[in-house]
């Protein structure tokens, strides 16, 4: 169901991020991001490099990364094809810095040394979320048969999101021994 009908407005910037995971002959996996900005109105002498005409990319940003079914990542490249300043993409080599990181919780803060704030470009900082997001959902299947979860275990998607809270009914489905919400009673069974 699409959002309520909005006030009359006009278009004034689109935001497009698009990730694709893969699965290579050689048992790695490639989690693919492309992040592109585009104005719908020319944008005025940027930073002296000349008007951009409208729907042509302010931004237009790819991250690769290689990674196992351990989340560890094998290889990471960043490319920038369009940013507003001819230097934009001069940062993208320090994302191959990534090679030997695992994705895992927290691993954001482990790299804002590393590819954040100076280091790295805002951009590709939050496409670079996008894609570790993708590389989960990309791997969860295989995951799941090469390294399945062992008896009290707590699964890593519990009490992320509200349907997996102590109390949700998928909690009860999925995993009972975690289900803290109302029984119920024998009449109703």
């Not at 079914?69 to 230097?87: C, F, K, Q, R, S």
């Not at 805002?122 to 979320?129: D, F, N, R, S, V």
């Amino acid at each position: 169901m699409p959002l309520p009908k909005p006030a009359n407005r006009k278009l004034m910037h689109n935001r497009v991020i698009d990730c694709k995971g893969y699965e290579r002959e050689d048992g790695l996996w490639d989690i693919e991001g492309r992040l592109t900005d585009t104005k719908a109105y020319t944008w005025i002498n940027r930073s002296g490099t000349g008007d951009l005409p409208a729907g042509h990319p302010a931004h237009d940003m790819w991250i690769r990364l290689t990674i196992d079914l351990e989340m560890m990542i094998h290889e990471a490249m960043a490319l920038t094809d369009a940013g507003p300043y001819p230097p934009c993409g001069d940062i993208t080599p320090n994302f191959a810095r990534l090679k030997g990181i695992r994705i895992e919780r927290g691993w954001t803060r482990q790299l804002k040394d590393i590819i954040g704030g100076p280091n790295g470009c805002t951009h590709q900082w939050e496409l670079l979320g996008r894609v570790a997001a993708v590389a989960y959902q990309t791997t969860n299947n295989a995951r799941q048969a090469k390294f399945p979860r062992k008896t009290g275990e707590i699964p890593r998607t519990f009490n992320t999101c509200h349907m997996y809270t102590p109390e949700s009914s998928e909690t009860q489905r999925r995993w009972p021994e975690l289900y803290t919400g109302p029984k119920k009673s024998a009449a109703h069974s």
